[in-house]
């Protein structure tokens, strides 16, 4: 109940407009509250809430304690514009429509969906306005979405409606399957998803698929009787290749892979830019270093000391970044493709690109030697790593040399090449001596430094698994990667102060909850994290430098991992958390980030550079686009991820009964997930194939313990498995635990405690345990 202070009475705070009338002299309750956030999503900041409800002084003061509480309750979270009920749907979210409700009114679901329990049901709310195709059953639309009336959710109605901004292009007709051949010499296509029907093949419309080929299809019209019929469109090559995996993937996923003819047709136009509105620099040696299989560059980097007197050891750095912009202009075939796309998609053996290649592979490819339009940001440190100031222009580059990572490395260490032999005293040294002073900046910034090696997948000529292996990372590398930082921040700072509409690359610090449940795990490791003071990346610095070289090593690393947040788009700037930079925004690669061309597009604008300058219409729309794209970028990780599971499934399916060496990544109620370090695939140990004791999840040490012995296994702990069973194109393998369980670290006293709250969350509904 809300608390009356002098006996006044007050106005209900969901009126028209949102706003509360009430008295000075009144607080609302935290149910009232609650209310108010989930019925405004887009005014539900500290501010917002204070203004509803017409807190001012001490009760502003009141109000930040009580949100406070309701985030430590794990309540509420924070998110871009404020405060949201934990589980909510975000305000504006991508939706599948899937069928009517009885009346008529569209039902959708959200295509991603995290929280726990079934996903929740929208109905979808069209405008009247008439403009535009309506949606259907089937369509996936970007929609603004609102808590629906309690009495309607009470009696079983959605809890959500939704009014749709944008609808999504249908995926075409064409449908995966793998290509089978019956004992009887018929054809049957075999789907590889569960929705799709098994399909009959007739002799003619075969085109050439042999047995075990994985095949695009096109169903024709289902008859009365029987299978419906389908003809093979194309033969997209065996099984055991990995280009039919990443198909798999990129069906699955909904990636557009096949660019339309009028965006072929549009990008076959362009023609070269030249030098208007540009200045010449032609004659600055800039060079590109990337990987030694890269087959566009956008990017090119100078540097050299700064002669200015004021400036004492000082270096001057320059980044050179291909000018999209010029070719990609805002509204064409060409753009809309390309926001579509988001971004491009990479897989062991193939790239689904953003742009088609003609713009990404020829004329925005910063090649040697040739003429190209670039946008260029050149910086002056002082010999403390501080940025002084930068400037942008746009220009028009020749690259003096291609280089990858090892033979720009090896030239620095001694052993140059006849390419980087002419310009290492020239070139290279001064790269390295200003890389040196802008690590003086990096180090005295303390962005998050977590130990997580990357690995990489080697094919064999045919397509298949040869071998995987962790890149060794090379100075190089850092050189390259402080150099686009520095870049993306003089982007950011340059269109803010312009007031110049953008897209920021944000990253917001973790969630008070997930700070909690760390604090928590750290404790039973005997480490300490401080609570209540505003969280830096320089904390949890500490905490992994306490345990480097230490046995829990590992396990630090991958809790602090996954105690942050995740990296989004918003034109609403909240900093970067973990760079541990208070403005940050992506410009470094607008060949396969959209995000990035958009940033070029307003630094265009803002500084009066020409044409291809961000338009107001484009500015207007910037919030549902920072929607559209941060989703395209966890589609692409997430076509990524299981193209990778797939392809050391199938490597590892002829290893049924091998053992191996295993670190346990993950600890459910269920089971255990656990890693093969050497190929960086991901398997599951059921809790109930682990023998000899009655096991019991503990969420706070991420593990689970024997109820008899208190040994058991936690994640990081490296342990041996065997390999048991193997499903290629789901990307599944199933393991048998082989290592006895060990001692837990921590006290007896903190191994009760994890007991009684196992045993607490055993007698609620839905909590399970598992004896053999």
């Known amino acids: 109940m809300a608390r009356k202070i002098t006996g006044r009475t007050h106005g209900d705070p969901r009126t028209a407009d949102t706003r509360a009338k009430v008295r000075d002299d009144y607080r609302p309750s935290r149910d009232e509250i609650l209310r108010y956030i989930a019925e405004n999503p887009d005014r539900a900041g500290k501010r917002d809430i204070a203004k509803a409800f017409a807190l001012r002084g001490d009760d502003r003061i009141w109000l930040k304690d009580i949100l406070r509480d309701l985030q430590d309750e794990g309540v509420l979270t924070k998110e871009r514009k404020g405060l949201a009920r934990v589980g909510a749907l975000p ?14 009114v569209l039902l959708a679901r959200p295509t991603e969906h995290t929280a726990n329990g079934p996903p929740p049901i929208v109905s979808i709310r069209l405008s009247r306005s008439g403009g535009g195709p309506a949606p259907g059953i089937g369509d996936r639309v970007l929609a603004k979405t609102f808590p629906a009336d309690e009495t309607n959710v009470a009696l079983g109605g959605p809890a959500y409606t939704g009014r749709v901004v944008k609808i999504f292009e249908k995926r075409t007709d064409a449908v995966l399957g793998i290509f089978r051949i019956l004992q009887d010499g018929t054809f049957r296509i075999e789907p590889v998803e569960r929705r799709q029907p098994e399909l009959i093949v007739d002799k003619e419309f075969q085109n050439g698929a042999k047995n075990g080929d994985l095949v695009e299809v096109e169903p024709a019209r289902a008859s009365r009787y029987g299978l419906p019929r389908a003809k093979v469109l194309n033969v997209l090559g065996s099984l055991t290749s990995e280009k039919a995996v990443s198909m798999i993937a990129i069906h699955a ?3 557009p892979h096949i660019f339309p003819a009028d965006v072929i047709a549009e990008s076959e136009a362009v023609k070269p830019a030249t030098l208007a509105h540009r200045e010449d620099w032609r004659d600055l040696p800039l060079v590109t270093i ?3 299989d ?3 560059h956008d990017d090119a980097v100078f540097a050299t000391p700064d002669l200015d007197e004021k400036n004492p050891g000082g270096v001057v750095a320059t980044v050179a970044i291909a000018d999209v912009a010029a ?5 064409t075939a060409l753009d809309r493709e390309a926001l579509k796309r988001g971004n491009s998609v990479y897989f062991p053996d193939r790239v689904v690109p953003m742009l088609p290649e003609r713009i990404s592979n020829d004329l925005c490819s910063l090649r040697e030697s040739q003429d190209r339009p670039a946008l260029a940001v050149r910086m002056v440190f002082s010999a403390e790593g501080r940025k002084l100031r930068h400037s942008f222009h746009r220009v028009m580059m020749k690259s003096a040399a291609k280089l990858a990572y090892s033979q720009a490395q090896a030239a620095i260490d001694g052993v140059p090449d006849d390419k980087t032999g002419p310009i290492l005293d020239t070139v290279l040294k001064p790269l390295w001596d200003a890389y040196a002073i802008l690590k003086r900046g990096r180090d005295g910034r303390q962005p998050l430094e977590l130990d997580l090696p990357e690995r990489k997948i080697m094919l064999k000529p045919d397509g298949t698994v040869d071998r995987v292996i962790v890149p060794e990372r090379l100075d190089a590398h850092k050189l390259i990667e402080e150099f686009m930082i520095q870049a993306n921040v003089a982007a950011a700072e340059t269109l803010e102060a312009k007031k110049q509409e953008l897209v920021y690359r944000v990253h917001d610090a973790p969630s008070l909850a997930k700070q909690e449940s760390l604090r928590e795990f750290l404790q039973t490791l005997g480490l300490s994290l401080a609570r209540g003071a505003q969280m830096q990346p320089a904390q949890f610095n500490g905490i992994l430098e306490r345990v480097r070289g230490a046995d829990n090593e590992g396990l630090v690393n991958e809790v602090v991992l996954r105690s942050q947040s995740q990296a989004e788009y918003s034109p609403k700037n909240i900093g970067h958390f973990g760079l541990n930079l208070r403005r940050y925004a992506h410009f470094t690669s607008p060949i396969r980030r959209y995000a990035d061309l958009i940033v070029h597009r307003g630094l265009i604008a803002a500084l009066g550079l020409g044409p291809g300058g961000l338009t107001q219409d484009e500015a207007a729309r910037l919030e549902d686009v920072a929607v559209l794209i941060s989703g395209t970028e966890r589609r692409a990780m997430a076509a990524e991820r299981d193209t ?3 392809l050391i499934s199938a490597y590892l399916a002829e290893r049924v009964d091998d053992r191996f060496d295993a670190r346990i990544s ?9 890693q093969l370090p050497q190929y960086g695939a991901d398997g599951f140990i059921p809790v109930s194939t682990l023998n000899g004791d009655y096991y019991i999840y503990d969420e706070t040490a991420r593990s689970l313990f024997g109820e008899r012995s208190g040994k058991g296994y936690q994640l990081a702990d490296r342990v041996e498995v065997r390999l048991v069973e193997v499903a290629p194109m789901a990307g599944a393998m199933r393991f048998e635990m082989l290592t006895d369980p060990k001692p837990l670290p921590g006290s007896k006293r903190s191994f009760h405690k994890a007991k009684g709250r196992a045993r607490a969350s055993q007698s609620r509904p839905g909590s399970r345990g598992r004896r053999r």
Do not use: E, N, W
């Open 666 to 674: 993950g600890v459910t109620k269920s089971g255990l997930f656990v």
């Open 253 to 255: 996923h909904d990636i």
């Open 294 to 296: 890269a087959k566009d």
């Open 290 to 292: 990337d990987p030694a």
């Open 327 to 331: 070719y990609v202009r805002y509204g």
């Open 91 to 104: 305000h504006v979210t991508v939706l599948d429509i899937f069928d009517r409700d009885a009346d008529g």
């Open 644 to 646: 990778v599971d797939r």
